[in-house]
C-alpha cells in the first residue's frame, strides 16, 4: 500500500474525531454557555479548534475579489473563463466598465504550478487590477483529471503558454512568478524564433529559477545531490480511489507540503503556538489573519508525475536553458532569438528558493533585447513570497512593473524581423554574453 493510500485512509478514519472536535469547539464558543467566558472554557475551544486545523485537507480558495479601485471608484469585479484546456482553465477578471472604457493593457499572470494552488497570487491580481485587464492561469489538481484526458508534460505546459498568448493576442504582456519562468521564456522564445505575431509585447519573471547554478539554495542542492530516478522512486505515487484521476502517477500535493514546511519548520510551529495563544487571549484579529494565511497556504494540489520529473530533470539537474540545450517537441529552445519582447526580471534579497541572480540569468540568456527594453530590479529585505505579494511588494514592485508595461505598451507594434540564421544550441556555446540591465 502506498504513502498516498495511507494518508486517505488515515484522514477518513480521523473524520469522526473532527466532527466531534468541531462540535466540541462550537459548544465552548457558545455565548449562551457559562463556560465560554472561563479560562477552561477557552483553552478546550483553543485545543479543539488546533486539532480540527491539523487534521483538516484544505481545499482550493476562492479568488474572492469582488471589487477594484479605478479612478477612486469601486467597480464591481466578476470571473470569467475565457479558455479551458484538461488541466488549466484562463481565468479574466472582467471590470464592470461604462462602455469604451479601457480596462488597461492585457496582462496574462501565469501562476506556479508547484504545489499551491493559482490563488496564492491573490495579492499580486489585486495590486495589478486596478490598472491592467488581468488573466491568469487556473491550474487543475491533477487528482481532478481523469486518465481518459491524457498526460501533462513541461512540453504541454509551453504549448499552453503560447495557445494563451495567440488567444489573448499580440497586445498582451506576460508575467510569470517562480516556476514558469522557465517554460514563459521558452515559449517566448519558440514564437520570437518563427516570426510570430503573438509574440507579448513584454515579459516579466519574478523569482524565477532561471539558472539555478547562481547562487544555489537548499532546494537547488536537493536536486543536484539526487539522479533522476530517485525522484521517481520516493516522490511519485498513483492517485487512490475514489478520486477522478485515479490510478495517474502524481507528485502528491501532501508530499509537497511536507517539503515547504520543513524548510522552516520552527517558524511554523511557532505560528501554530501563537494561534492557540491568541484563541485562548480572545485576541480574534490575530487568529484570524493566521488562518487566512494558512487556509491559502496548506491548500495544495497533485502535479502530474511526467511535469514533475520533466521539470527538476530540466531545470534543476540538467540546466538545459542556460546551457543552450533546452528543446520543445524536438526544436530547439533559442532565447537568442528574443528581440522584440521586453524583459523585466524582478528578485527578492532574502529569497531563499530561487537565489539571487538566477532569475537576472535571463538577460544573458537574451542578448538581442536592446538595451532600452530590459530592466532588473532587486527588493531588499524580502523572501521569496514578498517578491509578488505583501506591504513591500504592493509599494515598491508593483508601481515598477506597471511603469515597464506602460513603456513598452502599444496596439500596433513594429516588431524586428528575424535575424536570417538562428543560433543553434551548438553554435551559442556556453552562453557567456553579458547583458546590460538598469537598476
Not at 484579529?285 to 489573519?289: I, N, P, T, V, Y
Given at each position: 500500500m502506498?504513502?498516498?493510500?495511507?494518508?486517505?485512509?488515515?484522514?477518513?478514519a480521523?473524520s469522526?474525531?473532527r466532527?466531534?472536535?468541531d462540535?466540541?469547539r462550537?459548544?465552548?464558543k457558545?455565548p449562551?454557555?457559562p463556560?465560554t467566558h472561563?479560562?477552561m472554557g477557552r483553552?478546550?475551544?483553543a485545543?479543539?479548534?488546533?486539532?480540527e486545523?491539523?487534521?483538516?485537507?484544505?481545499g482550493?480558495?476562492e479568488?474572492?475579489i469582488?471589487?477594484?479601485?479605478m479612478?477612486?471608484?469601486r467597480?464591481?469585479?466578476?470571473?470569467?473563463?475565457?479558455?479551458?484546456?484538461?488541466?488549466?482553465?484562463?481565468?479574466?477578471?472582467?471590470?464592470?466598465?461604462?462602455?469604451?472604457?479601457?480596462?488597461?493593457?492585457?496582462?496574462?499572470?501565469?501562476?506556479?504550478?508547484?504545489?499551491h494552488?493559482?490563488?496564492?497570487?491573490?495579492?499580486?491580481?489585486?495590486?495589478?487590477?486596478?490598472d491592467?485587464?488581468?488573466?491568469?492561469?487556473?491550474?487543475?489538481?491533477?487528482?481532478?483529471?481523469?486518465?481518459a484526458?491524457g498526460?501533462?508534460d513541461?512540453?504541454?505546459?509551453?504549448?499552453?503558454?503560447?495557445?494563451?498568448?495567440?488567444?489573448l493576442g499580440?497586445d498582451t504582456h506576460?508575467?510569470?512568478v517562480?516556476?514558469?519562468?522557465?517554460?514563459?521564456l521558452a515559449?517566448?522564445?519558440?514564437m520570437?524564433?518563427r516570426?510570430?505575431?503573438?509574440a507579448?509585447?513584454t515579459?516579466?519573471l519574478?523569482?524565477?529559477?532561471?539558472?539555478?547554478?547562481?547562487n544555489?539554495?537548499?532546494v537547488?542542492?536537493?536536486?543536484?545531490?539526487?539522479?533522476?530516478?530517485?525522484?521517481r522512486r520516493?516522490?511519485?505515487?498513483?492517485?487512490?480511489?475514489?478520486?477522478?484521476?485515479?490510478?495517474?502517477?502524481?507528485?502528491?500535493g501532501?508530499?509537497?507540503?511536507?517539503g515547504?514546511?520543513?524548510?522552516?519548520?520552527?517558524?511554523?510551529v511557532?505560528?501554530?503556538?501563537e494561534?492557540?495563544?491568541?484563541l485562548?487571549?480572545?485576541?480574534g484579529?490575530?487568529?484570524?489573519?493566521h488562518?487566512?494565511?494558512y487556509?491559502?497556504?496548506?491548500?495544495?494540489?497533485?502535479?502530474?508525475?511526467?511535469f514533475?520529473?520533466?521539470?527538476?530533470?530540466?531545470v534543476?539537474?540538467?540546466h538545459?536553458?542556460?546551457?543552450g540545450?533546452?528543446v520543445?517537441?524536438g526544436?530547439?529552445?533559442?532565447?537568442?532569438a528574443?528581440?522584440?519582447?521586453?524583459?523585466?526580471?524582478?528578485?527578492?534579497?532574502?529569497?531563499?528558493?530561487?537565489?539571487?541572480?538566477?532569475t537576472?540569468?535571463?538577460h544573458r540568456?537574451?542578448?538581442?533585447?536592446?538595451?532600452?527594453k530590459r530592466v532588473?530590479?532587486?527588493?531588499?529585505?524580502v523572501?521569496h513570497?514578498?517578491v509578488?505579494?505583501?506591504?513591500r511588494?504592493?509599494a515598491?514592485?508593483?508601481p515598477?512593473?506597471a511603469?515597464?508595461i506602460r513603456?513598452?505598451?502599444g496596439?500596433?507594434?513594429k516588431?524586428a524581423?528575424?535575424?536570417k540564421?538562428?543560433?543553434?544550441?551548438?553554435?551559442r556555446?556556453n552562453?557567456?554574453?553579458?547583458?546590460?540591465?538598469?537598476q
Open positions: 502506498s504513502y498516498y493510500q495511507w494518508y486517505e485512509l488515515t484522514h477518513a480521523l469522526p474525531a466532527a466531534v472536535a462540535a466540541t462550537l459548544y465552548y457558545n449562551l454557555n463556560l472561563t479560562s483553552g478546550v475551544a485545543m479543539m479548534e488546533m486539532f486545523r491539523v487534521t483538516r485537507r484544505y482550493k480558495p479568488f474572492g469582488g471589487t477594484t479601485l479612478g477612486g471608484m467597480v464591481p469585479v466578476r470571473e470569467d473563463i475565457v479558455w479551458e484546456r484538461p488541466f488549466c482553465r484562463l481565468i479574466r477578471f472582467t471590470k464592470a466598465l461604462p462602455s469604451g472604457k479601457d480596462p488597461g493593457p492585457k496582462l496574462l499572470m501565469v501562476a506556479p504550478m508547484s504545489g494552488y493559482a490563488t496564492l497570487l491573490r495579492g499580486t491580481v489585486e495590486a495589478m487590477l486596478p491592467h485587464d488581468v488573466y491568469i492561469t487556473d491550474w487543475i489538481d491533477a487528482r481532478m483529471v481523469p486518465m484526458q498526460t501533462f513541461l512540453d504541454d505546459y509551453i504549448d499552453y503558454v503560447q495557445n494563451m498568448l495567440h488567444v499580440g506576460v508575467m510569470a517562480c516556476q514558469p519562468s522557465v517554460p514563459v515559449a517566448v522564445a519558440l520570437e524564433t516570426n510570430d505575431p503573438y507579448p509585447l515579459m516579466t519574478m523569482g524565477g529559477p532561471i539558472d539555478t547554478r547562481v544555489p539554495t537548499a537547488n542542492r536537493l536536486a543536484e545531490e539526487r539522479d533522476l530516478e530517485w525522484f520516493n516522490v511519485i505515487m498513483k492517485v487512490p480511489f475514489p478520486h477522478p484521476g485515479v490510478m495517474r502517477d502524481v507528485y502528491p501532501f508530499l509537497q507540503l511536507g515547504f514546511m520543513s524548510m522552516n519548520l520552527d517558524r511554523h511557532a505560528a501554530h503556538h494561534l492557540f495563544t491568541h485562548i487571549e480572545g485576541d484579529d490575530s487568529a484570524e489573519k488562518r487566512d494565511f487556509d491559502e497556504y496548506l491548500a495544495v494540489m497533485d502535479l502530474t508525475a511526467e514533475y520529473l520533466q521539470t527538476v530533470d530540466t534543476f539537474i540538467e538545459s536553458l542556460p546551457k540545450e533546452m520543445h517537441r526544436n530547439p529552445v533559442d532565447t537568442t528574443i528581440r522584440n519582447t521586453a524583459l523585466m526580471t524582478v528578485e527578492g534579497e532574502k529569497d531563499d528558493i530561487s537565489g539571487l541572480g538566477q537576472e540569468a535571463a540568456l537574451c542578448p538581442s533585447i536592446p538595451d532600452e532588473h530590479y532587486v527588493q531588499p529585505k523572501g513570497y514578498g509578488f505579494n505583501g506591504s511588494f504592493r515598491e514592485i508593483a515598477r512593473i511603469d515597464f513603456s513598452n505598451n496596439i500596433v507594434v516588431r524581423p528575424a535575424p540564421k538562428i543560433a543553434t544550441a551548438k553554435s556555446g552562453g557567456n554574453g553579458k547583458a546590460r540591465t538598469a
